[in-house]
């Protein structure tokens, strides 16, 4: 369920379930998600679209740089779609609070990484 066809139907699309494709998405789902064509009239959709093709790019630099997506995914985004799933305001969220969100957990992530590439202990769990 990456929400492909949901036109119009975004604002009732609650934000953290656009998280399922960057939480559960293969490589090649995440990478066809960026090189996805944007139509000229922006609509709700096209804002939460154009926020998961930048967060996929973001996802993919991320796994590319510090380990397996899959890893990546398990450690960081399954558990940031569970937290927002379980927060009701997340509802009512705007696509940019959900990219401040994903990024967030992105940047926490990498700086861990950073640390225990130079610090010799382990990645986080």
């Known amino acids: 369920m990456w929400l492909s066809g949901s036109i119009g139907r975004a604002a009732s699309v609650p934000a953290w379930a656009w998280m399922n494709l960057l939480a559960h998405g293969s490589e090649h789902d995440l990478r066809s998600e960026r090189a996805v064509a944007r139509p000229r009239q922006v609509t ?3 804002e939460w679209r154009a926020a998961r093709s930048y967060l996929a790019v973001e996802v993919l ?5 510090f380990g397996p997506l899959a890893d990546l995914q398990r450690r960081v985004l399954v558990p ?3 937290r927002l799933a379980s927060r009701p305001e997340v509802a009512r969220w705007r696509p940019c609070q959900w990219v401040w969100s994903v990024e967030a957990a992105l940047d926490k992530h990498r700086q861990a990484c950073r640390r225990t590439m130079t610090g010799g202990t382990r990645p986080p769990r």
């Not at 630099?61 to 740089?65: C, F, I, V």
């Open 80 to 82: 940031l779609e569970q």
């Open 44 to 46: 709700s959709d096209d």
């Open 61 to 65: 630099n991320l796994a590319a740089e």
